[in-house]
């Protein structure tokens, strides 16, 4: 029998070449997770039980996992929220009073946080009220972007109905002009296919966020398609309702 050693600096090598091969292009890649502590329309929501963790600990897994985030960080103002998110594997960051305000936005809350971290080339932002967004999703976004040659990738969804088949009311719900002459007439599914934000996953070239101030940068931007199920963005109680059905069953 033989015994195969391996030395340390071959091992080293090994590690190495296993993690270039994780990396697209050499590129590095920041997740940042904002979780306020204040919510209007769901108290809480952030770190409520969820399928049995917390609903932030389900973005906090889905960066963890990805094999192409180098780090993950949890931006907060609450300590509560910031423990919770250090139990599941994520680092943290405490945000500023001026940052967590209703009226703060997000891009002052991810700036806040490359300004205060090591050099990346893209970050991600994984909003905590998407938690049926997985590793694979992101994974997926990421290669996307690779192929596309992109400097943005922001992720959407089909709509569930078509705008077309919406409009304002008036004071006294008159619907006499609520629909073109046009669709009137029409199916649902002779009309164009349209698309919503979902709200779960945003990549950018950290130079061009910084410069342009957004996600939604002017060109070199494509949308990444994901399933509706996987869309769902949790932010009043029948959402989270229906999120916690579907990871339940």
Not at 62 to 69: E, F, L, Q, T
Not at 147 to 168: G, I, R
Request: with cysteine; hydrophobic share 40%.
């Amino acid at each position: 029998k033989f015994i195969f050693q391996i030395s340390p600096q071959t091992k080293l090598l090994w590690v190495l070449l296993l993690w270039s091969a994780l990396m697209i292009d050499g590129k590095t890649f920041l997740a940042v997770i904002p979780a306020r502590g204040g919510s209007k329309r769901l108290p809480k929501k952030n770190i409520l039980d969820l399928a049995g963790k917390p609903m932030i600990a389900w973005s906090i897994d889905a960066g963890i996992k990805s094999k192409y985030i180098d780090t993950v960080i949890v931006s907060s103002d609450d300590t509560n929220i910031l423990k919770i998110a250090q139990k599941y594997g994520s680092d943290t960051m405490v945000r500023p009073r001026e940052l967590a305000g209703d009226t703060s936005t997000t891009f002052d809350t991810v700036k806040h946080v490359i300004m205060n971290e090591q050099d990346y080339d893209y970050v991600i932002l994984l909003q905590p009220t998407s938690p049926l967004r997985t590793c694979n999703d992101i994974d997926k976004a990421i290669e996307f972007l690779y192929q596309k040659k992109a400097d943005a990738v922001v992720s959407v969804c089909k709509m569930e109905h078509s705008p077309l088949w919406s409009n304002t009311l008036p004071d006294d719900k008159n619907m006499q002009n609520f629909l073109s002459k046009e669709l009137i007439n029409k199916r649902g599914q002779d009309l164009e296919t349209y698309y919503r934000l979902n709200g779960a996953i945003y990549i950018c070239k950290i130079e061009e966020f910084l410069k342009q101030k957004s996600f939604f940068i002017k060109k070199d931007i494509f949308a990444y398609e994901m399933s509706q199920k996987a869309s769902v963005d949790v932010d009043t109680q029948l959402d989270f309702e229906i999120a916690s059905s579907l990871l339940l069953h």
